[in-house]
């Protein structure tokens, strides 16, 4: 697990401060992190770990902390 106890890394949606245990999403292109709240709650807007769209009917993945 990486340590971000000092990191001062702002959500790519909203651009407030991510802190460490804040929940949410890494970016599958490696530009950000985005608090859960902000990726919204359609699973249509959500890619699998390769980029790809979710299956059809599938739940969005479980946020996880920073």
């Given at each position: 697990?990486?340590?971000?106890?000092?990191?001062?890394?702002?959500?790519?949606?909203?651009?407030?401060?991510?802190?460490?245990?804040?929940?949410?999403?890494?970016?599958?292109?490696?530009?950000?992190?985005?608090?859960?709240?902000?990726?919204?709650?359609?699973?249509?807007?959500?890619?699998?770990?390769?980029?790809?769209?979710?299956?059809?009917?599938?739940?969005?993945?479980?946020p996880?902390?920073?």
């Amino acid at each position: 697990m990486e340590n971000h106890e000092h990191d001062t890394t702002e959500c790519v949606a909203c651009g407030k401060t991510i802190r460490p245990g804040d929940l949410g999403y890494g970016d599958v292109n490696n530009s950000g992190f985005m608090h859960a709240d902000c990726a919204g709650t359609d699973p249509e807007d959500f890619t699998d770990a390769e980029g790809e769209p979710l299956p059809k009917g599938a739940s969005i993945p479980k946020p996880y902390p920073y």
